[in-house]
């Protein structure tokens, strides 16, 4: 757009003083309504072409749905509302159904040659006639479906190697390629992908065309300037494309004409266009040339527009998770356990269609459409339309008629659902492929090729930004073009997680982590042979790199290798710090912390502030860790609070963060390279530090009251009283430690956010919930732990939240002791064993529905979640290694979430609705929600602050 001003700033003076006088004149004839312009320029200087589409659209919000303009000596026409594009693609068809003779575009069509852009006249009824029967006829939509499913499973694979490896995948580039690559084989029997000559050459050739054709050209808007085209060079650019293009095709032709080309060239465009001119059928005469304008269109036609509605969709899913989990559910639940989504599939996914629909209505990927032209005078709402007049219907404007939309500027798929709105050109409030007789013919291929593709990257992904990125940076900047693409490329973060491989390879699948075999656990039926028949044999653990260091070399419980120490350790866990009755005598931290909680939440509440349940849950169960297992409480924003949480933090980081030792054991030095050793090893020293200050502090007999009989106090006595096997020493204490500070406070937090979640979302359950706590507990004004065995209703509900979202998802890593056989299968030694308990909770074989929250499935029902015989709830493990604490933590989140329910009625905050809730998890070894659930608390009439 250089060109432009540059034009300007050389002869506007001179034509305003020649053209002044003669507008001056026609002033008082009445015009259509349409911004001011100024002599000979008309409005040409006022449009922003780096979004026309709004900018047209802002522009008819002040003087209407047709609005006139005059670009250069051209009057111009644009329309932005369903009503007005009603009246020029239904009821004035025949009079708006020619195009304009632009410079590139004529250029590049061989002067008309095409069907895109030729005037209307019986040879472009003609042309039309051979693309609706023999290219883009369903017959030969269903031809090419080989083709499209084959190209789509590619791409899914090369996205899974990028998934694998923990690569963004940029899906802008991505689509274009797929989407050139089917087009290509289609059309022309060959595909250009791949870093060759002749690939190269394609793109720069494509990529050219298409900004050639899409290029400002002062003729088209004065006549008699095209001196100033070759000038500016323009002229010369577009003749070099267009040779380019031409040698292009005619290789094309010439290799089809070849008798003994490629099977792939047989029955491809080419060949039925060749075809056709030998057999002389048509009243056309055709010729290469004509070939030529045709493919042209196919080319930038499918190409673009197919790849853009993709990609557009994908933005809307990223920043409506909710919207993208019901369309991944859809498909799901219909493919099961397929691997891919075929075309046959496609008729029974009715909300993918509408996300579709809604993604096109919003992003059109041609926005102004293709230009038409007036062939004679017109009317329309009292308005004289001429002959010559350039028209631009603005589907992207009336995709946004307020007239025609409720809401027009939100993504909400649901309205197509019990509608009958298409896109196929008859209902005119979306028309994002056109309509009447100008409609685009390839829409059949188009949106099949944006059915399947989508389909199964909702299928085989999840998906996720960047790391450090979050929704509200997702950009809708547009890269302006005759087909409009997202002008910053789309880049996620593809995860294909071991449930979707499961549904392919089986509930019991083989993995190869670098050198290191593993298996992957995925079904009820798996779970129990690993975690009860075979126990035995699966109970073992991997000595892993920042996991050993940290339980200094396995003295603890939860990571050492199964062995006699193992198992006088795992003794001293559940006599000594996890029995019954030590759970008991902890019950005053518990519920003194949760009364706490909840006064500041109903502080927070009076004064209508938003609750950051994320951030309240970990603090609150950190402190009641801390209590019960150190006698110190760390809350506040002291420096020992300060000090404490950065530790803790950085601790759950390095736990779980990727060593390259654990899967290449020679590699080690890489491991010292990236700094990954010194990060681990400071953690562990100020670790080492923290702990031993506080055994120090126990050791003093003037100890404060609250330091008498924690978890430190009962370690030292019985390393005092040496009634153990083991000769416990600091370091067995400290290890300890650990795993109850990691095991005992991420685990808790996040099994009650995770609840929360679903009962925001599920408001009559959180409703049926909330009427037994308040119906059992009246007006006492809280929930003590004698209470919980009288709320089934609730038990239920978290049962069900454990179900969807176990805090620790793959359960701790195991590791086979022996050889053994599983269904038929061998499982040898030193095998690192994932137990899937997250896909466990999804078996349909053990349960119905199993992607909906049910709290009553659990009602009726014996199952619960200790590991022993029910294998189809596996939250805390099973078998030896089952998790010892279980009873301390699920009395804890029994004991939060009841009162929470109690205390408070929840909302969520302005603007927001059920549909905005995200479910993105946030990976480490404990599964927190990734963006901090904040809710606004209602303090319940029942409920009174002390």
Same mark, same amino acid.
């Given at each position: 757009?250089?060109?432009?001003?540059?034009?300007?700033?050389?002869?506007?003076?001179?034509?305003?003083?020649?053209?002044?006088?003669?507008?001056?004149?026609?002033?008082?004839?009445?015009? =259509?309504?349409?911004?001011?312009?100024?002599?000979?320029?008309?409005?040409?200087?006022?449009?922003?072409?780096?979004?026309?589409?709004?900018?047209?659209?802002?522009?008819?919000?002040?003087?209407?749905?047709?609005?006139?303009?005059?670009?250069?000596?051209?009057?111009?026409?644009?329309?932005?509302?369903?009503?007005?594009?009603?009246?020029?693609?239904?009821?004035?068809?025949?009079?708006?159904?020619?195009?304009?003779?632009?410079?590139?575009?004529?250029?590049?069509?061989?002067?008309?040659?095409?069907?895109?852009?030729?005037?209307?006249?019986?040879?472009?009824?003609?042309?039309?006639?051979?693309?609706?029967?023999?290219?883009?006829?369903?017959?030969?939509?269903?031809?090419?479906?080989?083709?499209?499913?084959?190209?789509?499973?590619?791409?899914?694979?090369?996205?899974?190697?990028?998934?694998?490896?923990?690569?963004?995948?940029?899906?802008?580039?991505?689509?274009?390629?797929?989407?050139?690559?089917?087009?290509?084989?289609?059309?022309?029997?060959?595909?250009?992908?791949?870093?060759?000559?002749?690939?190269?050459?394609?793109?720069?050739?494509?990529?050219?065309?298409?900004?050639?054709?899409?290029?400002?050209?002062?003729?088209?808007?004065?006549?008699?300037?095209?001196?100033?085209?070759?000038?500016?060079?323009?002229?010369?650019?577009?003749?070099?494309?267009?040779?380019?293009?031409?040698?292009?095709?005619?290789?094309?032709?010439?290799?089809?004409?070849?008798?003994?080309?490629?099977?792939?060239?047989?029955?491809?465009?080419?060949?039925?266009?060749?075809?056709?001119?030998?057999?002389?059928?048509?009243?056309?005469?055709?010729?290469?040339?004509?070939?030529?304008?045709?493919?042209?269109?196919?080319?930038?036609?499918?190409?673009?527009?197919?790849?853009?509605?993709?990609?557009?969709?994908?933005?809307?899913?990223?920043?409506?998770?909710?919207?993208?989990?019901?369309?991944?559910?859809?498909?799901?639940?219909?493919?099961?356990?397929?691997?891919?989504?075929?075309?046959?599939?496609?008729?029974?996914?009715?909300?993918?269609?509408?996300?579709?629909?809604?993604?096109?209505?919003?992003?059109?990927?041609?926005? =102004?459409?293709?230009?038409?032209?007036?062939?004679?005078?017109?009317?329309?709402?009292?308005?004289?339309?001429?002959?010559?007049?350039?028209?631009?219907?603005?589907?992207?404007?009336?995709?946004?008629?307020?007239?025609?939309?409720?809401?027009?500027?939100?993504?909400?798929?649901?309205?197509?659902?019990?509608?009958?709105?298409?896109?196929?050109?008859?209902?005119?409030?979306?028309?994002?492929?056109?309509?009447?007789?100008?409609?685009?013919?390839?829409?059949?291929?188009?949106?099949?090729?944006?059915?399947?593709?989508?389909?199964?990257?909702?299928?085989?992904?999840?998906?996720?930004?960047?790391?450090?990125?979050?929704?509200?940076?997702?950009?809708?900047?547009?890269?302006?073009?005759?087909?409009?693409?997202?002008?910053?490329?789309?880049?996620?973060?593809?995860?294909?997680?071991?449930?979707?491989?499961?549904?392919?390879?089986?509930?019991?699948?083989?993995?190869?982590?670098?050198?290191?075999?593993?298996?992957?656990?995925?079904?009820?039926?798996?779970?129990?042979?690993?975690?009860?028949?075979?126990?035995?044999?699966?109970?073992?653990?991997?000595?892993?790199?920042?996991?050993?260091?940290?339980?200094?070399?396995?003295?603890?419980?939860?990571?050492?290798?199964?062995?006699?120490?193992?198992?006088?350790?795992?003794?001293?866990?559940?006599?000594?710090?996890?029995?019954?009755?030590?759970?008991?005598?902890?019950?005053?931290?518990?519920?003194?912390?949760?009364?706490?909680?909840?006064?500041?939440?109903?502080?927070?509440?009076?004064?209508?502030?938003?609750?950051?349940?994320?951030?309240?849950?970990?603090?609150?169960?950190?402190?009641?860790?801390?209590?019960?297992?150190?006698?110190?409480?760390?809350?506040?924003?002291?420096?020992?609070?300060?000090?404490?949480?950065?530790?803790?933090?950085?601790?759950?980081?390095?736990?779980?963060?990727?060593?390259?030792?654990?899967?290449?054991?020679?590699?080690?030095?890489?491991?010292?390279?990236?700094?990954?050793?010194?990060?681990?090893?400071?953690?562990?020293? &100020?670790?080492?530090?923290?702990?031993?200050?506080?055994?120090?502090?126990?050791?003093?007999?003037?100890?404060?009251?609250?330091?008498?009989?924690?978890?430190?106090?009962?370690?030292?006595?019985?390393?005092?009283?040496?009634?153990?096997?083991?000769?416990?020493?600091?370091?067995?204490?400290?290890?300890?430690?650990?795993?109850?500070?990691?095991?005992?406070?991420?685990?808790?937090?996040?099994?009650?956010?995770?609840?929360?979640?679903?009962?925001?979302?599920?408001?009559?359950?959180?409703?049926?919930?909330?009427?037994?706590?308040?119906?059992?507990?009246?007006?006492?004004?809280?929930?003590?732990?004698? &209470?919980?065995?009288?709320?089934?209703?609730?038990?239920?509900?978290?049962?069900?939240?454990?179900?969807?979202?176990?805090?620790?998802?793959?359960?701790?890593?195991?590791?086979?002791?022996?050889?053994?056989?599983?269904?038929?299968?061998?499982?040898?030694?030193?095998?690192?064993?994932?137990?899937?308990?997250?896909?466990?909770?999804?078996?349909?074989?053990?349960?119905?529905?199993?992607?909906?929250?049910?709290?009553?499935?659990?009602?009726?029902?014996?199952?619960?979640?200790?590991?022993?015989?029910?294998?189809?709830?596996?939250?805390?493990?099973?078998?030896?290694?089952?998790?010892?604490?279980?009873?301390?933590?699920?009395?804890?989140?029994?004991?939060?979430?009841?009162?929470?329910?109690?205390?408070?009625?929840?909302?969520?905050?302005?603007?927001?609705?059920?549909?905005?809730?995200?479910?993105?998890?946030?990976?480490?070894?404990?599964?927190?929600?990734?963006?901090?659930?904040?809710?606004?608390?209602?303090?319940?009439?029942?409920?009174?602050?002390?």
């Amino acid at each position: 757009m250089v060109i432009l001003p540059l034009f300007f700033l050389l002869l506007l003076p001179v034509f305003l003083l020649f053209f002044v006088p003669k507008w001056r004149k026609s002033k008082g004839i009445r015009h =259509l309504p349409g911004p001011p312009g100024l002599p000979f320029v008309g409005n040409l200087h006022q449009l922003d072409n780096s979004d026309l589409q709004r900018y047209l659209w802002q522009l008819s919000k002040k003087y209407g749905p047709i609005m006139s303009l005059r670009l250069g000596f051209v009057p111009a026409l644009v329309i932005s509302s369903a009503k007005m594009a009603k009246e020029v693609l239904k009821t004035h068809d025949l009079v708006f159904c020619s195009r304009p003779a632009l410079f590139g575009q004529q250029k590049l069509s061989y002067n008309g040659l095409d069907v895109a852009l030729s005037p209307y006249n019986d040879y472009w009824r003609e042309m039309r006639k051979i693309c609706t029967l023999h290219l883009f006829s369903s017959r030969r939509v269903q031809s090419a479906r080989p083709i499209r499913e084959d190209e789509v499973s590619q791409m899914i694979q090369n996205i899974s190697q990028l998934a694998n490896s923990g690569r963004l995948t940029n899906l802008s580039e991505t689509l274009m390629t797929l989407t050139s690559t089917i087009i290509c084989r289609v059309a022309f029997g060959r595909r250009y992908d791949g870093e060759g000559h002749e690939s190269r050459r394609f793109h720069k050739l494509l990529h050219e065309c298409e900004a050639v054709m899409a290029s400002f050209y002062v003729s088209d808007y004065f006549p008699f300037m095209g001196w100033f085209d070759k000038l500016t060079g323009m002229c010369a650019r577009l003749e070099k494309n267009f040779e380019g293009m031409d040698l292009f095709y005619q290789e094309l032709i010439d290799e089809h004409l070849n008798p003994n080309r490629p099977e792939s060239m047989k029955g491809d465009f080419i060949d039925i266009l060749l075809q056709l001119e030998k057999d002389g059928l048509s009243s056309i005469h055709l010729t290469s040339n004509h070939i030529k304008a045709l493919l042209m269109n196919i080319l930038l036609g499918g190409t673009d527009t197919s790849a853009s509605a993709v990609v557009w969709t994908m933005m809307e899913l990223v920043k409506h998770p909710a919207v993208m989990k019901k369309a991944q559910e859809e498909v799901r639940k219909l493919i099961g356990n397929r691997g891919k989504v075929d075309e046959d599939d496609l008729q029974n996914l009715p909300y993918l269609k509408a996300v579709i629909k809604e993604g096109l209505r919003l992003h059109p990927p041609a926005p =102004l459409l293709v230009p038409r032209e007036t062939i004679d005078r017109c009317v329309i709402e009292g308005y004289e339309i001429k002959p010559k007049t350039l028209v631009y219907v603005n589907a992207w404007a009336v995709g946004r008629d307020p007239e025609s939309w409720e809401n027009p500027e939100e993504y909400v798929p649901e309205r197509f659902l019990d509608s009958s709105i298409d896109f196929k050109g008859q209902d005119f409030q979306l028309i994002p492929f056109g309509a009447g007789r100008r409609g685009c013919p390839g829409v059949l291929i188009g949106i099949t090729t944006v059915e399947l593709v989508l389909s199964n990257l909702l299928y085989s992904f999840d998906w996720e930004l960047p790391d450090g990125m979050k929704i509200e940076d997702i950009d809708e900047a547009p890269m302006p073009g005759i087909t409009v693409h997202k002008k910053n490329a789309l880049c996620l973060l593809a995860r294909r997680y071991l449930w979707q491989l499961s549904k392919k390879y089986g509930p019991i699948m083989s993995l190869r982590l670098g050198f290191v075999p593993a298996l992957v656990i995925s079904s009820a039926k798996m779970a129990k042979e690993v975690l009860k028949t075979h126990d035995l044999a699966f109970c073992s653990r991997p000595a892993l790199f920042g996991q050993q260091k940290l339980s200094y070399n396995g003295l603890d419980v939860a990571l050492s290798p199964y062995n006699d120490y193992w198992r006088e350790m795992r003794k001293i866990c559940t006599l000594h710090l996890f029995s019954s009755r030590r759970v008991q005598s902890a019950r005053p931290i518990r519920e003194d912390e949760v009364s706490q909680m909840i006064k500041n939440i109903s502080q927070l509440a009076s004064s209508s502030k938003l609750t950051d349940l994320s951030e309240t849950l970990v603090i609150l169960t950190c402190t009641i860790v801390c209590r019960v297992a150190f006698g110190k409480r760390y809350d506040g924003e002291g420096h020992e609070s300060r000090r404490f949480y950065k530790l803790f933090h950085e601790c759950q980081a390095v736990m779980a963060s990727f060593y390259v030792s654990d899967h290449f054991p020679l590699m080690g030095w890489f491991d010292k390279l990236t700094g990954m050793c010194a990060r681990l090893e400071r953690n562990f020293k &100020d670790m080492d530090l923290f702990y031993e200050e506080l055994i120090d502090e126990h050791r003093n007999p003037d100890r404060p009251e609250s330091m008498q009989d924690d978890f430190i106090d009962i370690l030292l006595q019985l390393e005092k009283d040496g009634l153990s096997s083991i000769h416990l020493t600091s370091n067995h204490i400290k290890a300890l430690l650990m795993n109850i500070l990691l095991g005992g406070t991420d685990t808790s937090a996040s099994t009650v956010v995770w609840t929360m979640v679903e009962l925001v979302k599920h408001p009559i359950v959180m409703k049926k919930a909330q009427e037994e706590v308040r119906k059992l507990i009246g007006n006492r004004g809280k929930v003590d732990e004698d &209470d919980l065995q009288n709320l089934p209703y609730l038990k239920a509900v978290i049962m069900e939240g454990l179900r969807l979202h176990p805090p620790v998802p793959l359960l701790i890593p195991r590791e086979t002791i022996d050889r053994c056989v599983i269904e038929g299968y061998e499982i040898k030694p030193k095998t690192l064993v994932y137990v899937n308990a997250w896909a466990v909770g999804r078996d349909p074989e053990s349960w119905e529905n199993p992607e909906e929250y049910v709290p009553e499935r659990f009602l009726d029902k014996s199952i619960d979640y200790k590991g022993q015989a029910d294998f189809q709830l596996i939250p805390f493990g099973g078998g030896r290694r089952g998790c010892p604490g279980m009873l301390m933590g699920t009395t804890t989140v029994e004991l939060v979430l009841s009162n929470l329910l109690y205390s408070f009625d929840w909302e969520l905050p302005d603007g927001m609705k059920i549909e905005d809730i995200d479910s993105a998890p946030m990976p480490g070894l404990v599964v927190h929600k990734k963006n901090a659930l904040c809710l606004l608390a209602k303090v319940h009439k029942c409920h009174e602050v002390e």
